[in-house]
């Protein structure tokens, strides 16, 4: 079992990546019967994503989580037809998943001013109601935050992810000689000489038993889904928690990443990978680099260091290994030019499946229009005779 002190508690405390809340649309106003006039209706609730924002701040500026919309106007002499209530917009980060009570996903927002309806305001009063207004609409929802990123770094805890994303980026990590030094995501930006920018999420290192929660599992490998590649990182000497569990080598310890990602969603598998081997500075790191190479190309060779549960059903394939030591500089460079590489391969691939298929749409809806042309030629013609 692994223990945090309570002074990294509280540092986690600083980052939040889900909140609970209460919403409630307006009320809407009274009808005037004599008249006939109708009330206004309430206002809504609404979520809408906004940039630089976080669940923490929602939190510190709202911190008894209640958003309620105004009420609609009652209708009178002077304005029979009521104005609607004010709506209410909640800002939130972009990445947001918007689920309810029962845990149904009612949206997502991805990107900067998408927005999500969470509470309808009640109609107001008119002939139908017998001129009585409903109340608004109550809901508690969960705002679940997946940072959304290029690239994604996988790794056991001092691995060197940080030192890295330190290096690759102009994030500014905390880096230390010791395990969990990272408690939170991290995200940076590598900036390349044309000016494009890919966006990196360095994720709190993993431990064997993620899947199963362990180490807050869920709570982080929920940011790798909405990463478009993985570059998993590792130390060429291998890594031991504690004295207390089991050493193991750099190529135990992909098979097990791999593993503990495969077990907590399967489709994680599918999204390009990279492997960084760091700590290339250390003695010996080169022999033990190429046992690596060699163990990666021939892995069922080496199934007998593992139990049988703790092999995965597929073993990923990575599309570059590149050896690097984050202390040094040793590499960083081919793999910041690797990783555009990917990335920009992968993108021209996506944009080709999407012209083929909007291709193939354009092509469908030419035969149908021409077959029910020709259907409507065939039934001028037999009218006529």
Not at 272 to 278: D, G, I, K, R, S
Not at 312 to 324: C, D, S, V
Not at 346 to 352: F, L, M, R, V
Not at 358 to 371: A, E, T, V
Request: hydrophobic fraction near 35%; charged fraction near 25%; charge should be positive.
């Amino acid at each position: 079992m692994v223990h945090c002190s309570c002074s990294l508690l509280r540092r986690y405390g600083n980052f939040m990546d889900n909140l609970r809340l209460f919403a409630k649309g307006g009320a809407g106003g009274m009808g005037f019967p004599r008249l006939g006039g109708e009330g206004g209706k309430g206002g809504d609730v609404w979520v809408v994503a906004t940039k630089r924002m976080s669940l923490k701040k929602i939190k510190d500026k709202h911190p008894q989580k209640r958003f309620v919309a105004g009420d609609g106007a009652n209708s009178r002499i002077s304005a029979l037809k009521g104005e609607k209530g004010l709506d209410y917009e909640i800002s939130v980060p972009v990445g947001i998943t918007i689920t309810d009570e029962r845990g149904q996903i009612i949206g997502e927002l991805n990107k900067e001013d998408d927005r999500i309806l969470i509470a309808q305001g009640g109609l107001g009063g008119s002939l139908l109601s017998n001129f009585l207004p409903s109340k608004g609409q109550k809901r508690i929802i969960h705002l679940d935050l997946k940072l959304i990123a290029d690239i994604g770094l996988v790794g056991f805890p001092n691995a060197g992810k940080s030192s890295l994303l330190s290096k690759i980026s102009h994030a500014k990590p905390e880096i230390a000689n010791y395990a969990f030094t990272t408690l939170k995501p991290q995200l940076g930006k590598i900036m390349y000489k044309d000016f494009k920018q890919v966006s990196v999420a360095d994720l709190p290192g993993l431990i064997e038993g993620a899947h199963m929660n362990k180490g807050m599992g869920h709570k982080f490998l929920k940011h790798v889904e909405r990463t478009k590649q993985l570059l998993f990182v590792v130390d060429v000497s291998g890594f031991q928690l504690s004295s207390k569990t089991k050493f193991r080598s750099a190529f135990e310890t992909i098979i097990l990443l791999t593993k503990e990602l495969e077990l907590y969603k399967e489709d994680l598998m599918m999204k390009p990978a990279l492997l960084a081997v760091n700590k290339m500075d250390l003695p010996d790191a080169k022999d033990k680099f190429s046992e690596l190479v060699n163990q990666l190309q021939n892995p069922k060779g080496f199934s007998h260091l593992f139990e049988k549960d703790e092999i995965p059903r597929k073993t990923l394939e990575f599309q570059n290994i590149i050896p690097i030591s984050a202390h040094t500089g040793e590499g960083i460079e081919e793999l910041k030019n690797c990783l555009r590489l990917s990335l920009d391969e992968q993108s021209n691939q996506e944009n080709e499946k999407f012209s083929k298929e909007r291709l193939l749409n354009l092509r469908n809806s030419k035969l149908s229009y021409i077959d029910s042309s020709s259907e409507s030629s065939r039934m001028e013609i037999t009218e006529g005779h």
